[in-house]
């Protein structure tokens, strides 16, 4: 089942003689449920695409349809609606709010809309991200992996439709690399989330079920792994 | 708490320095708000206290009225006091048919009359029935006189008319009998101040209007009403003779003419926009920096899914937690701030009010309204500092907050910074300064806005001493006393008592030729003759000093002066008072008044007499055909003749007299004709004034009483008991003369003046014993300025500093954000090769940069400021401006001492980072 549409997307920065077209009419879908890959070398456009998916950034043209609805139809509030309930973002560098210790950061998304925290939901998300004594804990008492999965923790809190990855294990080791995506992958599988991940990493890459390669704001190459 | 609410309070905490600073101004804020609200509060409650402890508590008066008018009035539900004043009966003192003739009036007032007026009382109390009486002070001579004993508890009877020569009786008396007898009992006297009104009903025999009354011969109502529903009154009134308050309505802003209540808002809303913009200045620039910090953050919740208005609230979030410390603190420093400032300047406070503002005193007045107006001011300010960030909050997109790319904007066009000569650290801070001129600008708008403050504050202080200063005391004694002669001795006797002369005045003139003056004096009268271009050239005016013969002789003795010569009898010798005086009348080029400075003897070395006139216009002359009034005055010729000018007086455009045009003027050249004998004919010739010439024949010949005097040593230093102004004035010439030598009956006319021993007992002395006499204490009046100058002084300058500190407040948080924000830029440098010492330079070179900036705009518009407002406050303009160098000294050098000691602060802190730590944190 299509859960992403995306139609003639196109981004441009600058003007004249400086424009850069960071996507130049990209179209593609997603299948609920899929684990897509997203690679291509620096400035091909990805974390541009990622960021649009996201709702984060708007593009020059083109549409991006969520479960048969245009995402950037809706007005701003609507949109940061979208962005809390049905996308769940993740970011290299973990972008946790320093001041808010593991559970609030975890539970931002829920927060902001006015809802009680369902707290089974909660402690089997604290658990299985392995961060059981460190909920009371502020980021910056934490370690680089720790912080990724409470950042992936926050992305997964309001059970999204899709969960968008920009490098998620870029500034880890192997061994906590590893460990987040397998997380990530638990969750894809788990609870059925449509995984979008962007890496530079081939190992990762080759774990998705669909690679798509994109250069100069283009698909190159949309490969079907499994 | 609500996930946002809790964000804010951490952000909050995580910077503790900069969330006190902006507590700290909050603080400030509020307290000045609640201190400039209590103020005019307490200033317009001294007003109208000092108008009902000296004039009454009522709005309206209304004379005149029969019982019917008075009952009518009484049911208008507009009023909400009203006082009866009744008059009873008249009881006139004359002596047998002759003698001077005064008409006494009976009236009783109700008790609200005597609540409502300002009745004071010297002695006993106030009737309780309408059998007692209180007299006025001013009455007991005369009643005592006329037989009729007025000691406080005897009785006394008055026959008393019901009508009596013009006096008004409006009430239909029918049948009543023409006179009284009213039989009362002394039971108090009243202050001879106390202020009940005109003519007879200054001095009413007062009675309590209650019970079984005579019949009223007429009533004056003293109404009370809400100030607005004054005007409906008066228009709804059916009845004439209606007095209206109109100073005391102009308290309460619903006079007719000026209102005070607009100029005190009009000063309050003034303060009270100075305060908000730079308490606005200094909180929204730590909102500022707060929301540029976490801009971030703000990306990040905004990505996380939080509303725009989710992300404002947080931001009013963090001003309410400010709010809610600081409001209430501040509001109550501020009140208890003015409450114990002007406890502290209470006596000096006394000093300036006096006692012709009554009985009353400055103090802090409480009012939940007012302190809630303070409260809510500050309110308003911390809010309206926080929509602009709030709003900017917002306005980022999430993906640009995320990737910190707003942080320089850089202009379209991007210049290389030119090399700057003192090295490439100060090359760097331009760049430095130039890319975040923008982020900085409040910083140097708090910078500015202190200069103008402080530099303005001088100039109003400097304005108000020099006005203040002419009423400092430079006389050689301490008061001066209007008694004869010959009751001196006893004040002179008393032990709190110094030194003490008698002197007697008089003012003559004298007619000189230029020839006789001293150059100086002709140099002077050149000068201001451009200011004040006279329109005809005047006669010397002099005032002639007689002073006491033995005071006169000590001091002659000390001169090495021969006292036969000036204490001769038949021939005395008159000195000369040198001047010394200061104007303030000639403007420059700029039109800014400078003060000039003339020392000069009034006359040459070779003039040795004088002769002395007085002004007078003999009776045959017959000035005008008409009756219209006229006045006469003396000038100098064209030739060097003596003119008498009789002047029409005629009514102007808008009203007033003035003298009439020049060639409406009758004039006569006087000539004296030598008789050779002691008499002195004066023959007065009308001049033709088509020609000029005078007649051949005189109009009259009259004996004019004219004195020869001989001139004496013309001196610097006055001997004692000679007032400063025949040094300072620039109106006369002093003489000095012997009191034996005075006019007959001038030696009971002049004044005793006093040193006093003992100031304080000596004062009080002069208040109880000689409180009807008109005596100057010229000490009082030189501490009551004084005082006024502390009180200015603590007033403005405690306003100044308060506001500064909110400037520096912003100004610390500022600079020393700007530096911590670069830490990783410092370490980057250093990890580079730049030495400490390059740092340093670059950072002097930014607080220059700021510095020099808030100087060169500060520093010309605050002396613009500080002119005009000399202008102003030094009595309308007629005084000299004086440069505040010391101000502008004190201001150049704390500005840059605030912006250095602060950067430098920030930068010592950073000196002791490891390079690679400082380029490795993270900034969230």
Same mark, same amino acid.
């Given at each position: 089942?299509?859960?992403?549409?995306?139609?003639?997307?196109?981004?441009?920065?600058?003007?004249?003689?400086?424009?850069?077209?960071?996507?130049?009419?990209?179209?593609?879908?997603?299948?609920?449920?899929?684990?897509?890959?997203?690679?291509?070398?620096?400035?091909?456009?990805?974390?541009?695409?990622?960021?649009?998916?996201?709702?984060?950034?708007?593009?020059?043209?083109?549409?991006?349809?969520?479960?048969?609805?245009?995402?950037?139809?809706?007005?701003?509030?609507?949109?940061?609606?979208?962005?809390?309930?049905?996308?769940?973002?993740?970011?290299?560098?973990?972008?946790?709010?320093?001041?808010?210790?593991?559970?609030?950061?975890?539970?931002?998304?829920?927060?902001?809309?006015?809802?009680?925290?369902?707290?089974?939901?909660?402690?089997?998300?604290?658990?299985?991200?392995?961060?059981?004594?460190?909920?009371?804990?502020?980021?910056?008492?934490?370690?680089?992996?720790?912080?990724?999965?409470?950042?992936?923790?926050?992305?997964?809190?309001?059970?999204?439709?899709?969960?968008?990855?920009?490098?998620?294990?870029?500034?880890?080791?192997?061994?906590?690399?590893?460990?987040?995506?397998?997380?990530?992958?638990?969750?894809?599988?788990?609870?059925?989330?449509?995984?979008?991940?962007?890496?530079?990493?081939?190992?990762?890459?080759?774990?998705?079920?669909?690679?798509?390669?994109?250069?100069?704001?283009?698909?190159?190459?949309?490969?079907?792994?499994? | 708490?609500?996930?946002?609410?809790?964000?804010?309070?951490?952000?909050?905490?995580?910077?503790?320095?900069?969330?006190?600073?902006?507590?700290?101004?909050?603080?400030?804020?509020?307290?000045?708000?609640?201190?400039?609200?209590?103020?005019?509060?307490?200033?317009?409650?001294?007003?109208?206290?000092?108008?009902?402890?000296?004039?009454?508590?009522?709005?309206?008066?209304?004379?005149?009225?029969?019982?019917?008018?008075?009952?009518?009035?009484?049911?208008?539900?507009?009023?909400?006091?009203?006082?009866?004043?009744?008059?009873?009966?008249?009881?006139?003192?004359?002596?047998?048919?002759?003698?001077?003739?005064?008409?006494?009036?009976?009236?009783?007032?109700?008790?609200?009359?005597?609540?409502?007026?300002?009745?004071?009382?010297?002695?006993?109390?106030?009737?309780?029935?309408?059998?007692?009486?209180?007299?006025?002070?001013?009455?007991?001579?005369?009643?005592?006189?006329?037989?009729?004993?007025?000691?406080?508890?005897?009785?006394?009877?008055?026959?008393?008319?019901?009508?009596?020569?013009?006096?008004?009786?409006?009430?239909?008396?029918?049948?009543?009998?023409?006179?009284?007898?009213?039989?009362?009992?002394?039971?108090?006297?009243?202050?001879?101040?106390?202020?009940? /009104?005109?003519?007879?009903?200054?001095?009413?025999?007062?009675?309590?209007?209650?019970?079984?009354?005579?019949?009223?011969?007429?009533?004056?109502?003293?109404?009370?009403?809400?100030?607005?529903?004054?005007?409906?009154?008066?228009?709804?009134?059916?009845?004439?003779?209606?007095?209206?308050?109109?100073?005391?309505?102009?308290?309460?802003?619903?006079?007719?003419?000026?209102?005070?209540?607009?100029?005190?808002?009009?000063?309050?809303?003034?303060?009270?926009?100075?305060?908000?913009?730079?308490?606005?200045?200094?909180?929204?620039?730590?909102?500022?920096?707060?929301?540029?910090?976490?801009?971030?953050?703000?990306?990040?919740?905004?990505?996380?899914?939080?509303?725009?208005?989710?992300?404002?609230?947080?931001?009013?979030?963090?001003?309410?937690?400010?709010?809610?410390?600081?409001?209430?603190?501040?509001?109550?420093?501020?009140?208890?701030?003015?409450?114990?400032?002007?406890?502290?300047?209470?006596?000096?406070?006394?000093?300036?009010?006096?006692?012709?503002?009554?009985?009353?005193?400055?103090?802090?007045?409480?009012?939940?309204?007012?302190?809630?107006?303070?409260?809510?001011?500050?309110?308003?300010?911390?809010?309206?500092?926080?929509?602009?960030?709030?709003?900017?909050?917002?306005?980022?997109?999430?993906?640009?907050?995320?990737?910190?790319?707003?942080?320089?904007?850089?202009?379209?066009?991007?210049?290389?910074?030119?090399?700057?000569?003192?090295?490439?650290?100060?090359?760097?801070?331009?760049?430095?300064?130039?890319?975040?001129?923008?982020?900085?600008?409040?910083?140097?708008?708090?910078?500015?806005?202190?200069?103008?403050?402080?530099?303005?504050?001088?100039?109003?202080?400097?304005?108000?001493?020099?006005?203040?200063?002419?009423?400092?005391?430079?006389?050689?004694?301490?008061?001066?006393?209007?008694?004869?002669?010959?009751?001196?001795?006893?004040?002179?006797?008393?032990?709190?008592?110094?030194?003490?002369?008698?002197?007697?005045?008089?003012?003559?003139?004298?007619?000189?030729?230029?020839?006789?003056?001293?150059?100086?004096?002709?140099?002077?009268?050149?000068?201001?003759?451009?200011?004040?271009?006279?329109?005809?050239?005047?006669?010397?005016?002099?005032?002639?000093?007689?002073?006491?013969?033995?005071?006169?002789?000590?001091?002659?003795?000390?001169?090495?002066?021969?006292?036969?010569?000036?204490?001769?009898?038949?021939?005395?010798?008159?000195?000369?008072?040198?001047?010394?005086?200061?104007?303030?009348?000639?403007?420059?080029?700029?039109?800014?008044?400078?003060?000039?400075?003339?020392?000069?003897?009034?006359?040459?070395?070779?003039?040795?007499?004088?002769?002395?006139?007085?002004?007078?216009?003999?009776?045959?002359?017959?000035?005008?055909?008409?009756?219209?009034?006229?006045?006469?005055?003396?000038?100098?010729?064209?030739?060097?003749?003596?003119?008498?000018?009789?002047?029409?007086?005629?009514?102007?455009?808008?009203?007033?007299?003035?003298?009439?045009?020049?060639?409406?003027?009758?004039?006569?050249?006087?000539?004296?004709?030598?008789?050779?004998?002691?008499?002195?004919?004066?023959?007065?010739?009308?001049?033709?004034?088509?020609?000029?010439?005078?007649?051949?024949?005189?109009?009259?010949?009259?004996?004019?009483?004219?004195?020869?005097?001989?001139?004496?040593?013309?001196?610097?230093?006055?001997?004692?008991?000679?007032?400063?102004?025949?040094?300072?004035?620039?109106?006369?010439?002093?003489?000095?003369?012997?009191?034996?030598?005075?006019?007959?009956?001038?030696?009971?006319?002049?004044?005793?003046?006093?040193?006093?021993?003992?100031?304080?007992?000596?004062?009080?002395?002069?208040?109880?014993?000689?409180?009807?006499?008109?005596?100057?204490?010229?000490?009082?009046?030189?501490?009551?300025?004084?005082?006024?100058?502390?009180?200015?002084?603590?007033?403005?300058?405690?306003?100044?500093?308060?506001?500064?500190?909110?400037?520096?407040?912003?100004?610390?948080?500022?600079?020393?954000?700007?530096?911590?924000?670069?830490?990783?830029?410092?370490?980057?440098?250093?990890?580079?090769?730049?030495?400490?010492?390059?740092?340093?330079?670059?950072?002097?070179?930014?607080?220059?940069?700021?510095?020099?900036?808030?100087?060169?705009?500060?520093?010309?518009? /605050?002396?613009?400021?500080?002119?005009?407002?000399?202008?102003?406050?030094?009595?309308?303009?007629?005084?000299?401006?004086?440069?505040?160098?010391?101000?502008?000294?004190?201001?150049?050098?704390?500005?840059?001492?605030?912006?250095?000691?602060?950067?430098?602060?920030?930068?010592?802190?950073?000196?002791?980072?490891?390079?690679?730590?400082?380029?490795?944190?993270?900034?969230?």
């Amino acid at each position: 089942m299509e859960l992403l549409r995306i139609e003639h997307l196109t981004k441009i920065y600058g003007k004249g003689d400086n424009e850069v077209r960071a996507l130049d009419d990209v179209s593609f879908s997603v299948e609920k449920g899929q684990f897509l890959a997203i690679v291509g070398p620096s400035g091909s456009g990805k974390s541009t695409l990622l960021h649009i998916l996201g709702g984060v950034d708007r593009p020059d043209s083109g549409k991006v349809f969520l479960n048969g609805r245009d995402v950037f139809a809706q007005k701003e509030d609507q949109l940061a609606i979208f962005r809390r309930r049905q996308v769940g973002l993740i970011y290299q560098f973990y972008n946790l709010i320093p001041v808010l210790n593991v559970r609030d950061n975890l539970t931002l998304p829920v927060l902001l809309d006015g809802r009680k925290v369902d707290e089974a939901h909660l402690q089997e998300l604290i658990r299985t991200l392995g961060l059981e004594e460190r909920e009371q804990h502020l980021p910056n008492q934490l370690s680089g992996g720790q912080q990724q999965r409470v950042s992936i923790g926050r992305a997964l809190m309001n059970s999204p439709a899709v969960v968008l990855a920009d490098e998620p294990t870029g500034n880890l080791d192997s061994r906590n690399s590893q460990e987040i995506m397998e997380l990530l992958k638990l969750s894809n599988r788990r609870y059925g989330q449509t995984l979008i991940v962007i890496t530079h990493d081939e190992s990762i890459a080759l774990q998705a079920d669909r690679i798509l390669t994109l250069e100069d704001g283009r698909i190159i190459r949309d490969e079907v792994i499994r | 708490m609500k996930i946002l609410s809790r964000f804010t309070l951490k952000s909050m905490r995580q910077n503790p320095i900069r969330s006190l600073l902006t507590v700290l101004g909050v603080i400030l804020s509020a307290a000045m708000f609640t201190a400039v609200v209590t103020m005019a509060l307490s200033f317009w409650t001294l007003l109208v206290e000092s108008h009902i402890s000296t004039e009454g508590d009522y709005f309206i008066s209304c004379d005149y009225l029969t019982q019917e008018e008075v009952s009518s009035l009484s049911r208008n539900r507009q009023i909400r006091k009203m006082g009866e004043y009744q008059a009873l009966g008249y009881l006139p003192l004359q002596e047998d048919g002759e003698g001077p003739l005064s008409t006494l009036l009976l009236a009783g007032g109700d008790r609200n009359y005597f609540d409502m007026l300002p009745i004071k009382l010297t002695e006993g109390r106030l009737p309780q029935n309408n059998r007692e009486l209180l007299l006025s002070e001013v009455l007991l001579p005369e009643l005592e006189a006329y037989g009729y004993p007025t000691s406080l508890g005897g009785s006394i009877s008055l026959p008393l008319l019901r009508q009596w020569d013009s006096y008004p009786t409006v009430q239909d008396l029918g049948a009543v009998a023409p006179s009284f007898l009213g039989e009362y009992t002394v039971v108090g006297y009243m202050d001879a101040d106390t202020n009940l /009104g005109n003519g007879m009903d200054m001095y009413p025999m007062l009675t309590l209007a209650e019970g079984e009354m005579p019949p009223v011969l007429w009533s004056r109502a003293y109404v009370k009403c809400a100030p607005k529903a004054v005007w409906d009154l008066i228009q709804g009134a059916e009845f004439h003779n209606i007095e209206v308050k109109e100073a005391y309505l102009a308290l309460y802003g619903q006079s007719k003419y000026q209102n005070f209540t607009t100029i005190l808002l009009l000063l309050t809303a003034v303060l009270c926009l100075i305060i908000v913009v730079g308490s606005v200045s200094l909180i929204y620039n730590s909102f500022s920096i707060s929301m540029g910090e976490r801009t971030k953050q703000f990306g990040l919740l905004c990505c996380v899914g939080a509303t725009k208005k989710q992300l404002r609230s947080a931001v009013y979030a963090e001003a309410l937690f400010l709010a809610l410390p600081g409001i209430p603190l501040g509001t109550a420093c501020g009140y208890l701030g003015i409450r114990v400032t002007l406890w502290l300047l209470r006596h000096r406070l006394s000093l300036i009010i006096g006692d012709g503002m009554g009985d009353v005193t400055l103090r802090a007045v409480f009012s939940p309204a007012v302190v809630c107006i303070g409260a809510l001011l500050a309110l308003l300010t911390l809010l309206l500092s926080a929509a602009l960030p709030a709003k900017r909050a917002t306005s980022i997109s999430p993906l640009e907050a995320i990737r910190q790319n707003r942080d320089y904007r850089l202009p379209k066009k991007i210049k290389a910074p030119r090399p700057s000569p003192f090295g490439f650290p100060a090359t760097l801070a331009k760049s430095y300064y130039r890319i975040s001129r923008g982020k900085y600008r409040s910083t140097l708008i708090s910078l500015i806005v202190s200069l103008l403050l402080f530099l303005s504050a001088a100039g109003f202080t400097t304005g108000l001493r020099s006005t203040a200063d002419q009423a400092i005391n430079t006389q050689s004694y301490d008061f001066e006393c209007p008694i004869p002669y010959s009751q001196t001795q006893e004040l002179r006797e008393k032990d709190f008592i110094g030194a003490s002369a008698y002197v007697t005045t008089e003012y003559v003139f004298t007619h000189v030729q230029d020839e006789a003056r001293s150059e100086e004096f002709l140099k002077y009268r050149d000068d201001i003759k451009e200011a004040y271009e006279p329109a005809v050239d005047p006669v010397a005016d002099i005032q002639v000093f007689y002073l006491e013969d033995k005071i006169l002789e000590d001091y002659l003795l000390s001169k090495n002066l021969d006292p036969k010569e000036y204490l001769n009898p038949k021939d005395p010798k008159a000195l000369v008072c040198y001047k010394e005086l200061i104007t303030y009348a000639m403007a420059d080029e700029l039109g800014i008044y400078r003060r000039y400075t003339y020392h000069y003897p009034p006359f040459s070395q070779s003039l040795d007499s004088l002769t002395l006139w007085y002004y007078y216009c003999p009776s045959g002359l017959d000035p005008f055909a008409t009756d219209e009034p006229w006045t006469y005055g003396y000038e100098s010729g064209a030739k060097g003749e003596l003119i008498l000018s009789l002047i029409p007086l005629v009514e102007n455009d808008l009203g007033y007299i003035e003298e009439a045009p020049r060639k409406q003027w009758m004039q006569y050249e006087l000539r004296q004709e030598q008789t050779g004998g002691s008499s002195n004919p004066v023959a007065f010739h009308l001049i033709d004034p088509l020609t000029g010439e005078a007649e051949a024949e005189p109009s009259c010949v009259e004996e004019m009483n004219l004195r020869r005097i001989s001139l004496g040593e013309t001196v610097k230093d006055l001997p004692y008991g000679i007032s400063q102004s025949a040094k300072d004035s620039p109106y006369y010439i002093g003489l000095i003369l012997p009191l034996s030598v005075a006019p007959k009956g001038y030696e009971d006319l002049g004044t005793l003046c006093l040193s006093a021993a003992d100031y304080d007992k000596a004062s009080e002395y002069m208040k109880t014993e000689y409180k009807d006499m008109d005596y100057i204490d010229y000490r009082q009046e030189e501490e009551a300025a004084r005082a006024m100058i502390l009180v200015v002084d603590i007033f403005s300058y405690g306003f100044i500093v308060l506001i500064c500190l909110i400037c520096i407040a912003n100004i610390v948080n500022t600079l020393s954000t700007n530096v911590a924000l670069r830490r990783r830029d410092f370490g980057m440098l250093r990890s580079i090769g730049m030495t400490q010492k390059d740092l340093n330079l670059m950072l002097m070179y930014e607080c220059f940069s700021y510095g020099g900036k808030a100087l060169l705009w500060g520093i010309p518009i /605050g002396l613009f400021l500080n002119a005009q407002i000399q202008n102003i406050a030094a009595d309308s303009g007629t005084l000299a401006y004086i440069f505040p160098l010391e101000a502008m000294i004190a201001a150049v050098i704390s500005v840059l001492l605030i912006v250095f000691t602060t950067i430098f602060y920030a930068a010592s802190k950073l000196r002791k980072d490891n390079p690679i730590e400082s380029i490795r944190q993270e900034c969230l």
